[in-house]
């Protein structure tokens, strides 16, 4: 929580603001963005989301949390059957999914193509 409420701070800060014109341009009350910096009063999800908005960042980002990686191997069916994987809002078929395996790994052979890095 002590550092929500740093960051808190460190971005109301950097927008030049105190704490009375962060409030009033997000809606809160002053005393709630003081109890919020000062780790006197946890950080509602509503208000974490309008504050993450305000600022044009991540709700993780707010929480220090690292953006989680998924290791998926795109010729292995069983490992894609938990995901659905999407194009222009439109889910792939297994075809489709191994059609662009089956091109990346031309591609990088070719070397014309982000080649993985260990």
């Keep these: 929580m002590e550092q929500l409420s740093k960051k808190l701070r460190d971005l109301r800060e950097q927008k030049g603001l105190s704490p009375e ?3 009033e341009k997000i809606g809160f009350a002053k005393s709630t963005i ?29 929480l220090d949390r690292v953006d989680r990686t998924i290791d998926l191997d795109l ?5 894609l059957s938990e995901y659905k994987l999407m194009i222009d809002n439109k889910p792939l078929n297994a075809k489709e999914i191994a059609e662009a395996a089956s091109y990346i790994q031309v591609k990088r052979r070719m070397g014309g ?4 890095t260990s």
Aim: negative net charge; without cysteine; proline residues 0%.
């Design 21 to 23: 014109e962060l409030a």
């Design 34 to 62: 003081w109890a919020y910096e000062s780790g006197k009063k946890q950080i509602s999800v509503s208000h974490l989301a309008r504050i993450a908005d305000f600022f044009e960042v991540s709700v993780d980002g707010l």
């Design 75 to 79: 010729q292995n069916a069983n490992e």
């Design 113 to 116: 193509y982000g080649a993985a």
